[in-house]
Every structure is written in structure tokens, then in C-alpha cells.
């Protein structure tokens, strides 16, 4: 009888076994891979270095805006104004802050255990997936302002623009003609014929 070993060097199971008595198959090696594979949620993936940076740069981000709304909360900050009620999404600041704490327990608490958002397995990516999720809820009143003045910015630079170009006839015509002057002169040189 032949025996199947995996890669750690353990018998594989009876099934296995009495597939490589017949041959080594195609159905075989799949089944020798698949008895001796770990399952995907343990196994730790490097995490790429952008993604990494962007949690870095969310978690500062994160707690200025978690302190700034918790002052709005309490009351040690009015909150009036049309900039204010943008950010905090027409006045629910306390709604913002707790999505900002969640999302800066589940990092911190991440980090630790991913040894610095650098390798982490299934659950890991879940955790990040959830606490980023809550993240972007709570920032985006500031997104919303950005993208208001940011349109403002573009529609100011339109009229800016369309109000300081001249228009392309003019362009063509004056460079097709000259200028009045000389064209008088020009027109008074000619010869007169009878």
C-alpha cells in the first residue's frame, strides 16, 4: 500500500489513500493540497505599504475630529453657522463621534495584533474593513464641505475665465486685418486706376 504524506509529514486521510493505491491523479494532488492547506481566515497576508500608511495617517485624523465633536457634544464649542452644520451633517455630532471612536478603539486594537497594519489574516481584514467603514462615516462632513468649496472654487474659476477670454472671432479677425490705421494707410497708397 502506498502511503500519502502531506507536507508537514502526516498521514493523509483513508480517502486519500485509497486514490493513490489506483494513481496519482489530477483529483488526487487537489485532494493531498486540500488536506494539508490551512484554512484562508489564518493565514497572514502582507498588507500593502499604501494601505498602510493611509490607516496611519486615519487614525491622527480620527482623533482630532473625535475631540473636536466631543467639545461640540459636551457644549464647550457652539456649533452655528453653515460650515458647522455641514460637518457635523445638520447638527448630529453625536452620532459622528461615536462612529470615530468606534473606528479609533478597532484600530488601535488592530494594531497590536496586525504588529502595525503590516500582516493580517481573514478576521484582521474584516476588523479593518469595518473600523475604515466607520471612519469615512464619521468624516463625512468634512468631505461634504470639501466638496462644496471645491465646486464653489470651479464655478468661481468658470466665470473668472469666461469673462477675461476674448472670444475667438475677435481673435481671428484681428489677426487677419491690421489694425485701422494701417489699413488706411495702406488703402491710401494704392495706386488710384481710372
Not at 474584516?126 to 462632513?141: D, E, Q, R, V
Not at 477670454?165 to 481671428?172: F, K, L, N, V, Y
Not at 490705421?181 to 495706386?191: K, N
Request: proline content about 5%.
Amino acid at each position: 500500500m502506498l502511503r500519502v504524506l502531506n507536507r508537514r509529514g502526516h498521514p493523509v486521510s483513508s480517502t486519500v489513500k485509497l486514490w493513490a493505491d489506483r494513481s496519482l491523479s489530477h483529483d488526487d494532488v487537489f485532494s493531498g493540497f486540500v488536506e494539508g492547506v490551512q484554512p484562508w481566515s489564518r493565514e497572514r497576508v502582507p498588507v500593502p505599504r499604501r494601505l498602510r500608511r493611509a490607516l496611519w495617517a486615519l487614525l491622527p485624523v480620527e482623533l482630532f475630529w473625535a475631540v473636536w465633536l466631543a467639545t461640540i457634544v459636551t457644549g464647550a464649542t457652539a456649533c452655528r453657522g453653515p460650515i458647522c452644520t455641514v460637518t457635523t451633517l445638520d447638527h448630529h455630532a453625536a452620532v459622528l463621534l461615536a462612529c470615530g471612536v468606534f473606528c479609533i478603539c478597532c484600530l488601535v486594537g488592530l494594531v497590536f495584533t496586525t504588529r502595525g497594519f503590516s500582516k493580517c489574516n481573514g478576521i484582521e481584514v474584516i476588523g479593518l474593513a469595518i473600523a475604515t467603514a466607520a471612519g469615512a462615516a464619521s468624516l463625512l462632513g468634512i468631505t461634504a464641505l470639501i466638496i462644496g468649496a471645491l465646486i464653489l472654487l470651479i464655478i468661481l474659476a468658470t466665470f473668472v475665465l469666461s469673462s477675461t477670454a476674448t472670444s475667438r472671432r475677435e481673435t481671428d479677425h484681428a489677426r487677419t486685418r491690421p489694425p485701422y490705421p494701417i489699413a488706411l494707410a495702406e488703402a491710401a497708397s494704392r495706386p488710384r486706376t481710372r
